[in-house]
């Protein structure tokens, strides 16, 4: 209930209440007892007062009042909604909102307002909100990893190609497909134009149906491609993303993508504390000023595995299936 009230102040920017309600969502989740009555809810350290009502009256309640009005408000429910079309974020709902669009059906009837991204995402509106089957999420990672096999069958073995998100977590259902791939050999050479190259070829076998973002080599020579999928006419379009990360941060990346975000916070929150700013492109040491600035004082740690990101931080390794904080 906590994390409605979390969503919806996320919404409408209030980022002050943001902040405490996150903040309170993980204590609570770190919290070893269970809590049962309002003298466990009084004993708890770092949550404010007004939230600890929230709780007990949960607690007492299944739900609270301030719930319900959020929920049933008309912005809010027109804000969620016209948020769930891929390329419109909360700031573009509110916008569209104030221009009169509050439903799908007038979003439709006001194309023009969208940019190119946004009108796939409307296409596909239904499609991509819905969670697909550990099953069909697998048959698309086969696809890739054929495609790949079939351009470079012989430099194949020296690529890693894994599955992130909810579905290396273990979840019976994903929301999309996220692969990152990676030299395995600790050599920092890849094939020209790689990433291309594959798109190229996840188009001409049909695959791939839509391109929202074509990858770009960064300073890091990271790439990053984003798009929708499909396996088959009778299928249901599906959102893709495909990554590619060198070896030294691949570690940073493998973490980073594969989640829970919940679990991610903790991770940086953990690392912040031991004078570190943690990410998917490095932990890197930082001084942090008084006026709140951070200053990165030195180079990333090489990591090349999950594992040497926990030992980094002195942290025991999780396994993928135990981060669904």
Same mark, same amino acid.
């Given at each position: 209930? &906590? #994390?409605?009230?979390?969503?919806?102040?996320?919404?409408?920017?209030?980022?002050?209440?943001?902040?405490?309600?996150?903040?309170?969502?993980?204590?609570?989740?770190?919290?070893?007892?269970?809590?049962?009555?309002? #003298?466990? +809810?009084?004993?708890?350290?770092?949550?404010? $007062?007004?939230?600890?009502?929230?709780?007990?009256?949960?607690?007492?309640?299944?739900?609270?009042?301030? %719930?319900?009005?959020?929920?049933?408000?008309?912005?809010?429910?027109?804000?969620? +909604?016209?948020?769930? *079309?891929? @390329?419109?974020?909360?700031?573009? =709902?509110? !916008?569209?909102?104030?221009? @009169?669009?509050?439903?799908?059906?007038?979003?439709?009837?006001?194309?023009?307002?969208?940019?190119?991204?946004?009108?796939?995402?409307?296409?596909?509106?239904?499609?991509?909100?819905?969670?697909?089957?550990?099953?069909? =999420?697998?048959?698309? !990672?086969?696809?890739?990893?054929?495609?790949?096999? %079939?351009?470079?069958?012989?430099?194949?073995?020296?690529?890693? %190609?894994?599955?992130?998100?909810?579905?290396?977590?273990?979840?019976?259902?994903?929301?999309? *497909?996220?692969?990152?791939?990676?030299?395995?050999?600790? #050599?920092?050479?890849?094939?020209?134009?790689?990433? !291309?190259?594959?798109?190229?070829?996840?188009?001409?076998?049909?695959?791939?149906?839509?391109?929202? =973002?074509?990858?770009?080599?960064?300073?890091?020579?990271?790439?990053?491609?984003?798009? *929708?999928?499909?396996?088959?006419?009778?299928? &249901?379009?599906?959102?893709?993303?495909?990554?590619?990360?060198?070896?030294? !941060?691949?570690?940073?990346?493998?973490?980073?993508?594969?989640?829970?975000?919940?679990?991610?916070?903790?991770?940086?929150?953990? =690392?912040?504390?031991?004078?570190?700013?943690?990410?998917?492109?490095?932990?890197?040491?930082?001084?942090?000023?008084?006026?709140?600035?951070?200053?990165?004082?030195?180079?990333? %740690?090489?990591?090349?595995?999950?594992?040497?990101?926990? $030992?980094?931080?002195?942290?025991?390794?999780?396994?993928?299936?135990?981060?669904?904080?």
């Amino acid at each position: 209930e &906590l #994390e409605k009230l979390y969503q919806i102040y996320q919404q409408e920017k209030d980022l002050g209440r943001t902040i405490a309600y996150r903040r309170a969502i993980s204590i609570l989740q770190g919290h070893k007892q269970q809590i049962q009555s309002k #003298e466990d +809810i009084k004993k708890i350290k770092g949550i404010g $007062d007004k939230i600890k009502l929230k709780i007990q009256e949960i607690l007492q309640n299944g739900t609270c009042e301030k %719930i319900q009005n959020l929920i049933n408000d008309e912005k809010n429910i027109s804000i969620n +909604i016209l948020s769930k *079309v891929w @390329g419109i974020g909360t700031n573009t =709902a509110h !916008i569209l909102y104030k221009k @009169g669009i509050k439903t799908i059906e007038q979003l439709k009837q006001n194309q023009h307002l969208l940019n190119k991204n946004q009108k796939i995402g409307l296409k596909y509106y239904d499609e991509l909100n819905k969670r697909m089957h550990r099953e069909e =999420a697998t048959k698309i !990672i086969q696809k890739v990893q054929e495609q790949i096999k %079939i351009l470079y069958p012989k430099q194949y073995d020296k690529y890693n %190609i894994i599955a992130c998100g909810s579905y290396r977590r273990e979840k019976e259902t994903c929301g999309d *497909v996220d692969i990152l791939i990676c030299r395995n050999d600790f #050599e920092q050479y890849k094939h020209k134009n790689l990433m !291309i190259t594959i798109i190229q070829q996840l188009h001409k076998c049909g695959l791939l149906t839509d391109d929202l =973002a074509l990858p770009k080599n960064s300073r890091q020579g990271v790439e990053n491609y984003m798009g *929708v999928c499909q396996l088959s006419s009778d299928q &249901l379009h599906r959102r893709i993303d495909i990554k590619y990360y060198p070896n030294f !941060i691949y570690g940073f990346a493998l973490i980073y993508f594969t989640g829970s975000d919940y679990f991610n916070r903790s991770m940086r929150l953990f =690392a912040r504390k031991k004078g570190f700013s943690l990410s998917d492109n490095g932990l890197f040491p930082v001084q942090r000023c008084p006026n709140k600035v951070k200053v990165v004082s030195g180079e990333t %740690i090489c990591c090349y595995t999950e594992k040497d990101v926990f $030992d980094a931080l002195h942290l025991k390794y999780q396994e993928p299936k135990m981060r669904n904080l």
